[in-house]
């Protein structure tokens, strides 16, 4: 892709726009220009593939221009430009963000209402009238969520960057135990480090935590033993009195056993992350899981005997060797359990994960638009809502990931971290601490991202702890 830009330095807004529109191997070329008059300002784009060229203009009145404003009119006159070269609108319109519920929830919590939302991504943003709904209903979700949380609240992120094998299409920092099961007990000793100082900087600060969520890698890859050490240490550490949920990854089955499920159980967490991607046993070998499809459905037996009544289930639309029957079958199966919530993702190619060098086998935009659209339809019609949305770079068909609750079990963590709504402070290699400051801005810490930088470098880590502290 070649972008040439005039008159302004707004490159991010447009290049982000039509890497979403046309993906990051488009061989097209592009020139957005703006100009200024005394009256006017026009945002104009030319857009150039296979010798065909097209253009789409955008303007405002020169005493309305704002950096928001003139970036979106730059975007908009993008977005009629491209729509000559796209088989048909594109369901985000002129969104290119990863959130696009910022908008919508914005709007809701100015005071605006559903409708008025809905009318405003579909006149601003082109969004089509599917899409409208799923953000503003998340949105909705977003500020009931809100409604829960008071100025000392926090939520709680801790990683375990392992995982029992590395599978296709991860791009996650962690590593397989496999080749590193030396590693275990080292980063677990550093981690027990931060989560001690943490305890104790957060019980001086008079914060509180709302929400826990251990997340990797795969959490559950650790031992039995070394979980409970874990989870002694979070309780002693940190106190949970106004947790409202608390949560653990298992996203593999061949992880998970009864003992260690009865063990998450009766050290308070209660919702549970049992994540399949697909059940198709074929794909799951595509994809280099080696558990099948017959093991998901133990593991989630398992965890329902364990006492877990709030359970997540991930699928993935578009992995190597699917197609839309595959798919289906694997939706109706997981929500034949009825669990809690079901995550609906798009595959999304990542420069870190194995699929990005070498992409056969995958379905096609269309087969991925009607597995999308499937899932939609299949799950508001069973008793689903959309309550999480979020955007990648580089996803099939430029779709999103969707999680789905029942019986207002939204995740709130989710919510949390997704909206920034408040603080996320993360421990563990890998993590992000989202820290929301007084004056309304967000500062973002990150821990080292490998398990031997995180081993290596944690003094560096605690004293990086004890500034962000400083600074709430």
Not at 176 to 186: I, M, Q, R, W
Request: glycine fraction near 10%.
């Amino acid at each position: 892709m070649e972008l040439t830009l005039i008159g302004h330095e707004d490159r991010y807004a447009v290049e982000q726009l039509l890497l979403s529109l046309f993906g990051p191997e488009w061989e097209g070329t592009a020139v957005s220009a703006l100009h200024r008059s005394g009256t006017y300002l026009t945002a104009v784009t030319k857009i150039t593939c296979g010798g065909v060229t097209a253009v789409g203009r955008r303007r405002l009145k020169a005493g309305e221009e704002t950096v928001r404003l003139r970036r979106r009119a730059l975007q908009q006159s993008c977005y009629r430009a491209a729509l000559s070269f796209l088989p048909q609108p594109p369901p985000w319109g002129a969104l290119a963000g990863v959130r696009p519920t910022k908008i919508s929830t914005k709007h809701l919590l100015e005071g605006g209402t559903p409708e008025s939302a809905g009318k405003l991504l579909k006149d601003i943003y082109y969004v089509t009238p599917q899409r409208r709904r799923l953000a503003v209903d998340c949105s909705v979700s977003t500020v009931r969520a809100a409604s829960l949380l008071s100025p000392e609240d926090v939520s709680l992120y801790v990683g375990i960057p392992f995982c029992p094998t590395r599978c296709a299409y991860c791009s996650f920092v962690s590593r397989s135990v496999g080749k590193n099961s030396a590693l275990a007990e080292p980063y677990l000793q550093a981690l027990l480090r931060e989560v001690s100082v943490t305890g104790k900087l957060l019980a001086e600060s008079g914060k509180q935590i709302r929400t826990v969520y251990i997340g990797g890698g795969t959490p559950t890859t650790l031992s039995e033993a070394q979980l409970g050490l874990l989870l002694d240490s979070l309780r002693q550490a940190f106190d949970l009195s106004r947790c409202l949920e608390f949560t653990v990854e298992g996203g593999r089955p061949d992880t998970l056993s009864p003992g260690k499920l009865r063990l998450l159980r009766a050290h308070g967490a209660d919702r549970m992350s049992i994540n399949p991607q697909t059940m198709e046993d074929s794909v799951l070998r595509a994809c280099g899981r080696p558990h099948t499809g017959a093991d998901v459905l133990e593991a989630y037996r398992w965890a329902a005997e364990a006492g877990f009544e709030n359970i997540n289930m991930d699928l993935i639309a578009g992995l190597p060797t699917d197609g839309f029957e595959g798919f289906r079958r694997s939706l109706d199966t997981v929500a034949a359990l009825e669990p809690a919530n079901i995550t609906v993702h798009t595959l999304a190619l990542k420069k870190g994960a194995d699929l990005f060098g070498r992409r056969e086998n995958l379905p096609p935009a269309e087969e991925v638009s009607r597995m999308v659209d499937y899932a939609n339809e299949t799950l508001s019609a069973r008793g689903w809502k959309p309550y999480y949305l979020y955007r990648q770079k580089y996803m099939s068909g430029s779709f999103e990931n969707v999680g789905w609750s029942r019986d207002g079990r939204d995740c709130l963590y989710n919510i949390y971290m997704m909206e920034e709504l408040h603080t996320i402070l993360s421990l563990g290699g890998g993590g992000m601490n989202k820290v929301n400051l007084p004056d309304g801005t967000l500062r973002r810490f990150h821990n080292p991202k490998f398990p031997e930088q995180y081993i290596k470098g944690i003094d560096g880590v605690l004293a990086e702890k004890k500034e962000l502290f400083r600074l709430l």
